[in-house]
T-cell receptor
Framework: DGGITQSPKYLFRKEGQNVTLSCEQN?????MYWYRQDPGQGLRLIYY???????QKGDIAEGYSVSREKKESFPLTVTSAQKNPTAFYLC???????????FGSGTRLTVV | DAKTTQPPSMDCAEGRAANLPCNHS???????VYWYRQIHSQGPQYIIH?????ETNEMASLIITEDRKSSTLILPHATLRDTAVYYC?????????????WGAGTKLIIKP
């Protein structure tokens, strides 16, 4: 079945460490997105990529980095520069045209 | 900023129709309205979308006013499993693709 896979589901990080969240899709979608969600809040866009080897900052890109070396993969690195990284992270993808986004099941990152 | 306004919470009795309102008074002529829902700690799930005409699928119906400044999502026979946060979203054109602008959503609680 086609879909988006995020891993791991839960992740714990010590302060000062970088951590990379995985996102893989087999939907042949061109665009991929990373969102952050804090408790009781909506989704905020971190980074997005419309094509391989290209990506753009979203509304809250500071302290995060991404790469898009393959169409299927869009990993997100949460760096030590991110002041408040504890959150629920969601990856999504979309095709051009009228269709909406398909989301992964999310990664819950906790800084300990 | 979100282009939609939704009530923060609503209740509905099991088996009854749940009607979720959304205001999008600044929507442009070519911007679609999308609805997603999110069950706690999961990725958002696509429900339905529309531009001008009313739409219906196996999950819900979407009623858009003639002036397109508001819409209503209807779950015809709500069940306990429909308890979730429902997001009304406007899809805006961005570069050569589209982006979904998320608000805080409506927390719908279905009561037995």
């Amino acid at each position: 079945d086609g879909g988006i896979t995020q891993s791991p589901k839960y992740l714990f990080r010590k302060e000062g460490q970088n951590v990379t969240l995985s996102c893989e899709q087999n939907l042949n979608h061109d665009a991929m997105y990373w969102y952050r969600q804090d408790p009781g809040q909506g989704l905020r866009l971190i980074y997005y990529s419309q094509i391989v080897n290209d990506f753009q900052k979203g509304d809250i890109a500071e302290g995060y980095s991404v790469s898009r070396e393959k169409k299927e993969s869009f990993p997100l690195t949460v760096t030590s520069a991110q002041k408040n990284p504890t959150a629920f992270y969601l990856c999504a993808s979309s095709s051009r045209g009228e269709g909406g986004y398909t989301f992964g099941s999310g990664t819950r990152l906790t800084v300990v | 900023d979100a282009k939609t306004t939704q009530p923060p919470s609503m209740d509905c009795a099991e088996g009854r129709a749940a009607n979720l309102p959304c205001n999008h008074s600044t929507i442009s002529g070519n911007e679609y309205v999308y609805w997603y829902r999110q069950i706690h700690s999961q990725g958002p799930q696509y429900i339905i979308h529309g531009l001008k005409n009313n739409e219906t699928n196996e999950m819900a119906s979407l009623i858009i006013t003639e002036d397109r400044k508001s819409s209503t999502l209807i779950l015809p026979h709500a069940t306990l499993r429909d308890t979730a946060v429902y997001y009304c979203i406007v899809r805006v054109a961005h570069d050569s693709n589209y982006q979904l602008i998320w608000g805080a959503g409506t927390k719908l609680i279905i009561k037995p």
